[in-house]
C-alpha cells in the first residue's frame, strides 16, 4: 500500500506548523499549503490520505475549495477546521461531502483520532475499488457464451434450464459454466452471486 499523506490546507503559519508536528509526531507523512488554490495545484491524482482544510482563507475558501474537489479529481477524506465556526458552515461542510466539522482550537487527541478514522476509510476504499477492478478484468475475460451462462447461473437457473433456453446441449453448458467459474475465480455459487452484485449485473435479483 502506498504511503499515506495528510494535506494539511490553512493560511495561519502557526497552525501549519502546530499540526504539521501533531501529525509527524505519530508518523504521518505530511503536506502543508497556505493556500487551497496551492494544494488543489499540487495534488497529485490518484494519491492516498486526506485533507484537513481551514473554512475561511484569503482567496479561495475551503468551502469553495470543497466545491472543486471534483474538479481536480481529488477523491479523499476531507476534515473541515475553523476558528469560526457556526451552524451554516459545518452543514454546508457535511452536505458537501466533508467527513467532519472541527472548531479551533481542538483537542490534538480528537484531531488525531479523525484523521486516523480518514486514512482507514480511504484506504478501505481504495481496496475496494482495486478487488472491483479485478472483478471487472475477469468478467471482461469471459466469452460471449461464458456470460450468457454466467448470467443465467446467478438468475437461478440449473444448466438443463440454461441449455433449452440458449440451445444448446447440457454438456455444453457445464463445460462454459466450469471455465466461467475458474476465470472468474469462484470457489461457489453464492460467491458468484455476490460477485454479480459486486458488477451490478443482478440488481433484480430475488434470491
Known sequence: MAQQTVY????DADVRDSLQWLLTSVGL???????????LDAFEQGSSGCVVMDVRMPGLSGISAQKQLPDYQIDIPLIM??????????VTAMTQGAKTFIEKPFNDQLLLDHVQQALQQDQEKRTDQARLSQLQERYQSLTKRERQVFEQVVNGLANQE?????????KTVEGHRANMMAKMAAPSLP????????????????G
Open 191 to 206: 460467491q458468484l452471486i455476490q460477485m454479480a452484485v459486486s458488477l451490478g449485473l443482478v440488481a433484480g435479483y430475488n
Open 8 to 11: 494539511v490546507v490553512d493560511d
Open 29 to 39: 507523512q505530511v503536506r502543508t499549503f497556505g493556500n487551497a488554490q496551492d494544494f
Open 162 to 170: 440454461i441449455a433449452d433456453l440458449l440451445a444448446i446441449n447440457r
Open 81 to 90: 477546521i475553523s476558528g469560526h465556526g457556526n451552524v451554516d458552515m459545518a
